[in-house]
């Protein structure tokens, strides 16, 4: 995923200095699979800033260096509400960085939209299991023995039946977690609609 996606949903919820960024991809950034040197982060908000995406004030501070705080632009707002609406085509792999970021982003914006983003991905697990539980695997054809006798066809057998049950065990996880937010998101969902029905009601009346 583009650098630019995330800071743009970062700066989309709130102003942020450059150290707020790198902060943020530090602690909460690497359990998205947003692990990116400071030098990167600052190259990308410079190009951003030249684009038009963001822009930035000064922040004086007396005991320490002058800050940069950064916002977004109205085109920098709508390159990532494009962004948002694109078509989502689901990773190979469940549990994909880039899926749990671009929820984040989407979710801020249009719980609606997130909604249907968590049923793609969810229809897309699905499919994967229907394909591959139960599937013959590779070490079930091995009919004449290891390339080289220094191999224990077993304990690897073993060690893959292992690995195959904490595979399966993973994303079924993954598949109830993503029904559990559908959930969830339904919530919200409901909630709105009834703000929105209601400040409707009040402005007849």
């Known amino acids: 995923m583009k650098l630019e996606f995330p800071l743009l949903g970062l700066l989309a919820a709130r102003r942020m200095s450059g150290y707020d960024i790198r902060r943020w991809v530090d602690v909460e950034g690497k359990f998205v699979g947003l692990d990116r040197h400071p030098s990167q982060i600052y190259r990308e908000l410079n190009r951003m800033e030249a684009d038009g995406l963001v822009t930035h004030e000064i922040d004086a501070r007396d005991n320490a260096p002058d800050a940069k705080v950064y916002q977004l632009t109205d085109d920098g707002f709508s390159r ?14 469940f549990q994909d960085p880039a899926f749990l970021l671009r929820l984040r982003m989407t979710v801020m914006l249009d719980p609606a939209l997130a909604r249907l983003l968590v049923e793609e991905e ?14 013959e ?14 191999i224990n066809t077993k304990d690897l057998a073993l060690v893959a039946d292992f690995m195959n049950e904490y595979g399966e065990d993973a994303i079924d996880a993954w598949i109830n977690w993503l029904e559990r937010l559908m959930g969830r998101l339904d919530g919200i969902i409901a909630d709105q609609s009834e703000t929105v029905t209601t400040h409707t009601d009040h402005g007849k009346a």
């Open 80 to 93: 990532l509400t494009k962004w948002i609406r694109a078509a989502y085509v689901p990773p190979a792999r």
């Open 122 to 135: 969810h229809a897309a697990r699905l499919r994967q299991v229907a394909e591959n539980r139960g599937r």
């Open 137 to 150: 695997r590779a070490l079930d054809h091995l009919v004449d023995g290891p390339a080289r006798p220094e």
